[in-house]
């Protein structure tokens, strides 16, 4: 093997040069002390080196030479693998050791040889196999370059097959439609030559029942003419016999009418003139007044005494009390033989809508607008927000246009309130999606859309009565189609002291206008947040 062989060499060569320097250099060998008793153990005590009394094994060296340790000590200077002898003093341990590092590096050498000559094999062996593998590829690509060829070959002359098919198919279809083509045709014929047939047979049958009608009609004409010459006749001799009997009785009623019609022209007579004599009102009387004084609905409807109970124009004088908006005449009526009375409902002010400008539209529970323009007095009506864009007229009803959404659902809202119209403090109805509703109590009742709109209110009202009182103000009950509802708590919130220094100063007093806009209605979402919410549990 040529690793055993090199070491083999490197190690003969090595012990032939450490006897040479032997022989060269005899100082280098240790100098005995014979002055003094010399033991094998090292301490020089006859007494104490024996088998009993040893206590190191170690031999005892002698001070070495200057020289000798000068060359022992450049020796040591240098690297053990550097080294092509054995420096001069060592130990047979030590050359031992410096042998063995130099056979390990010649074998480290060696190793670093073998993997070089390996990366080299393996460095052809790969480009063998790469030249292999282009080879390869260049014969599949050849193969698969002559298998598309072929493919192409019989793609064309399947295509080439498919167009003779095709033209084939071609020519039989177009034999098959000249075929049924010439049968059409002659179905058709056929058909029309039956159906000729059967117009002819239709028409002469047609004919025959004409003249069977036309026989029949005649027969019955003659039969209405000999009924009507037979009546003419009888009616002819009715009439005969009535004058008879009339030229005995014409002159008796005649005489009868007469009487009384003069009787009946007397008593219309009398009557008409007791009634201008005597029927002239006296006094009219107003009723279902309360805050309006009579005086004032009299002077309105135009009426006044001294005239003749007939000749008023009652018509125009109702129309003239309905034209106060807070008025509503029911009617007029005469009481004979000298008195009128007049019927009024007053109307009272429920509701004020905030318009465009700022400024509120008055109208009652019906709808019905009392006043427009309105900025003070307001004071107890329900405010509406969300119908800046819908204009309105004194003595017409806010609802007057059923194509508008919103006017239409805040009546529907306003007769669903009822006698809890007092609970609320304002109804926002800007968003038909979103109608609110803010209570006196601090609750927020969230209908939803327009739809079902009064029973919405109605279950938002039966959920306040059962809602906690104690954590009334700040909830949102929102009111979900399908009778479900869910209602949002606020969040409890630790008390916070107040700043004795903080203190309002009494002479202080809070600007008017700096009061909260009531058109800054309070959002549900904001009002929701941080809330615990209870879903739907009144089972609605």
Same mark, same amino acid.
């Given at each position: 093997?040529?690793?055993?062989?090199?070491?083999?060499?490197?190690?003969?060569?090595?012990?032939?040069?450490?006897?040479?320097?032997?022989?060269?250099? +005899?100082?280098?060998?240790?100098?005995?002390?014979?002055?003094? $008793?010399?033991?094998?153990?090292?301490?020089?005590?006859?007494?104490?080196?024996?088998?009993?009394?040893?206590?190191?094994?170690?031999?005892?060296?002698?001070?070495?030479?200057?020289?000798?340790?000068?060359?022992?000590?450049?020796?040591?200077?240098?690297?053990?693998?550097?080294?092509?002898?054995?420096?001069?003093?060592?130990?047979?341990?030590?050359?031992?050791?410096?042998?063995?590092?130099?056979?390990?590096?010649?074998?480290?050498?060696?190793?670093?040889?073998?993997?070089?000559?390996?990366?080299?094999?393996?460095?052809?062996?790969?480009?063998?196999?790469?030249?292999?593998?282009?080879?390869?590829?260049? !014969?599949?690509?050849?193969?698969?370059?002559?298998?598309?060829?072929?493919?192409?070959? @019989?793609?064309?002359?399947?295509?080439?097959?498919?167009?003779?098919?095709?033209?084939?198919?071609?020519?039989?279809? !177009?034999?098959?439609?000249?075929?049924?083509?010439?049968?059409?045709?002659?179905?058709?014929?056929?058909?029309?030559?039956?159906?000729? =047939?059967?117009?002819?047979?239709?028409?002469?049958?047609?004919?025959?029942?004409?003249?069977?009608?036309?026989?029949?009609?005649?027969?019955?004409?003659?039969?209405?003419?000999?009924?009507?010459?037979? !009546?003419?006749?009888?009616?002819?001799?009715?009439?005969?016999?009535?004058?008879?009997?009339?030229?005995?009785?014409?002159?008796?009623?005649?005489?009868?009418?007469?009487?009384?019609?003069?009787? /009946?022209?007397?008593?219309?007579?009398?009557?008409?003139?007791?009634?201008?004599?005597?029927?002239?009102?006296?006094?009219?009387?107003?009723?279902?007044?309360?805050?309006? $004084?009579?005086?004032?609905?009299?002077?309105?409807?135009?009426?006044?005494?001294?005239?003749?109970?007939?000749?008023?124009?009652?018509?125009?004088?109702?129309?003239?009390?309905?034209? &106060?908006?807070?008025?509503?005449?029911?009617?007029?009526?005469?009481?004979? +033989?000298?008195?009128?009375?007049?019927?009024?409902?007053?109307?009272?002010?429920?509701?004020?809508?905030? %318009? %465009?400008?700022?400024?509120?539209?008055?109208?009652?529970?019906?709808?019905?607008?009392?006043?427009?323009?309105?900025?003070?007095? /307001?004071?107890?009506?329900?405010?509406?927000?969300?119908?800046?864009?819908?204009?309105?007229?004194?003595?017409?009803?806010?609802?007057?246009?059923?194509?508008?959404?919103?006017?239409?659902?805040?009546? @529907?809202?306003?007769?669903?309130?009822?006698?809890?119209?007092?609970?609320?403090?304002?109804?926002?109805?800007?968003?038909?999606? %979103?109608?609110?509703?803010?209570?006196?109590?601090?609750?927020?009742?969230?209908?939803?859309?327009?739809?079902?709109? +009064? =029973?919405? #209110?109605?279950?938002?009202?039966?959920? /306040?009565?059962?809602?906690?009182?104690?954590?009334?103000?700040? !909830?949102?009950?929102?009111?979900?189609?399908?009778?479900?509802?869910?209602?949002?708590? $606020?969040?409890?919130?630790?008390?916070?002291?107040? &700043?004795?220094?903080?203190?309002? &100063?009494?002479?202080?007093?809070?600007?008017?206008?700096? #009061?909260?806009?009531?058109?800054? #209605?309070?959002? +549900?979402?904001?009002?929701? &947040?941080?809330?615990?919410?209870?879903?739907?549990?009144?089972?609605?």
């Amino acid at each position: 093997m040529p690793d055993q062989n090199s070491r083999s060499n490197t190690g003969e060569r090595m012990r032939r040069a450490r006897e040479q320097r032997l022989k060269e250099s +005899p100082e280098t060998k240790p100098a005995l002390n014979l002055s003094r $008793p010399y033991s094998l153990y090292g301490s020089g005590s006859p007494a104490k080196d024996g088998p009993a009394g040893r206590e190191s094994p170690q031999p005892v060296r002698e001070a070495e030479p200057p020289r000798t340790a000068h060359r022992r000590t450049q020796a040591a200077k240098r690297a053990p693998d550097e080294l092509d002898v054995f420096p001069l003093g060592r130990t047979a341990d030590a050359e031992e050791e410096a042998l063995i590092r130099i056979v390990k590096r010649d074998e480290r050498k060696l190793e670093k040889l073998k993997k070089a000559e390996d990366r080299e094999q393996n460095r052809r062996r790969s480009a063998v196999e790469r030249e292999k593998a282009k080879a390869r590829r260049e !014969a599949e690509k050849a193969e698969k370059a002559e298998l598309k060829d072929r493919e192409r070959a @019989e793609r064309a002359e399947e295509l080439e097959n498919r167009e003779a098919a095709k033209d084939e198919a071609e020519l039989e279809r !177009a034999a098959v439609r000249e075929s049924r083509e010439t049968l059409r045709l002659e179905k058709k014929q056929q058909a029309a030559q039956a159906a000729e =047939e059967k117009r002819a047979e239709k028409e002469a049958g047609r004919l025959e029942r004409a003249a069977a009608k036309e026989a029949e009609r005649e027969e019955r004409a003659a039969q209405r003419e000999a009924a009507k010459e037979r !009546a003419a006749k009888l009616r002819e001799k009715k009439r005969e016999e009535r004058r008879a009997w009339l030229a005995d009785e014409t002159v008796k009623k005649r005489i009868r009418l007469l009487s009384w019609a003069g009787g /009946l022209i007397l008593l219309l007579g009398g009557a008409v003139l007791f009634l201008m004599l005597y029927a002239n009102v006296k006094s009219i009387t107003v009723v279902g007044c309360e805050k309006y $004084p009579a005086e004032q609905v009299i002077n309105l409807s135009g009426l006044y005494t001294g005239r003749n109970l007939f000749l008023y124009d009652l018509g125009e004088a109702k129309r003239a009390v309905s034209s &106060d908006p807070y008025l509503d005449c029911i009617g007029i009526r005469r009481i004979f +033989p000298d008195r009128l009375e007049i019927a009024v409902k007053e109307r009272s002010e429920f509701m004020a809508i905030r %318009s %465009s400008s700022g400024r509120y539209t008055v109208a009652d529970r019906d709808g019905f607008v009392l006043a427009v323009g309105r900025s003070d007095g /307001l004071d107890g009506l329900l405010p509406v927000y969300g119908l800046d864009s819908v204009g309105f007229t004194t003595g017409t009803r806010v609802d007057a246009d059923r194509s508008a959404l919103r006017p239409y659902t805040l009546m @529907e809202i306003v007769g669903a309130l009822g006698e809890r119209s007092g609970e609320i403090k304002y109804l926002d109805i800007a968003n038909s999606a %979103s109608i609110k509703l803010v209570t006196v109590s601090g609750v927020t009742l969230m209908l939803g859309d327009a739809a079902d709109a +009064p =029973e919405k #209110t109605a279950r938002a009202f039966a959920i /306040l009565d059962s809602m906690d009182k104690a954590r009334l103000d700040g !909830a949102v009950v929102y009111v979900l189609s399908g009778g479900r509802a869910e209602i949002a708590y $606020p969040t409890e919130k630790p008390a916070e002291t107040q &700043d004795p220094d903080a203190t309002q &100063d009494p002479d202080e007093t809070q600007d008017p206008d700096e #009061t909260q806009d009531p058109d800054e #209605t309070q959002d +549900p979402d904001a009002a929701g &947040d941080g809330g615990d919410a209870d879903t739907g549990g009144d089972g609605e």
